[in-house]
């Protein structure tokens, strides 16, 4: 079983930048695909983004899509999303959830482990 561990978040002037790191144990980090989730405060938890098993596929939200970049580099158990250019409304706990069938999906509840998020906080 893995588990996901989050680091990276903090608070930021919008039009800054951070890059989230979500890193693996416990597991071979190559058999999960993995998503990068938000929740901001009294709204639904949403995808933003999303990478297959080899890093081959990616997916962005397009409220996020040419801002944020998701990569990982599986020799290091680690999932990483770029964010650039953040705004105010980007401010939310930041989740990454792996899951061991391949590809995207934006469900929450197809995804099978969760690490324990990390605060963004975007200040205008």
């Known amino acids: 079983q893995v588990q996901l561990a989050e680091s990276g978040g903090g608070l930021v002037e919008v039009g800054g930048s951070l890059r989230l790191s979500c890193a693996a144990s416990?597991?071979?980090?190559?058999?999960?695909?993995v998503g990068w989730f938000r929740q901001a405060p009294g709204k639904e938890r949403e995808i933003i983004s999303a990478?297959?098993?080899?890093?081959?596929?990616?997916y962005s939200s397009n409220s996020v899509k040419g801002r944020f970049t998701i990569s990982r580099d599986n020799a290091k158990n680690t999932v990483y999303l770029q964010m650039n250019s953040l705004k105010s409304e980007d401010t939310a706990v930041y989740y990454c959830a792996a899951r061991t069938l391949d590809g995207f999906d934006t469900s929450t509840s197809l995804y099978d482990y969760w690490g324990q998020g990390t605060q963004v906080t975007v200040s205008s």
């Open positions: 416990g597991g071979t980090f190559g058999r999960y695909a």
């Open positions: 990478i297959t098993r080899s890093g081959g596929g990616t």
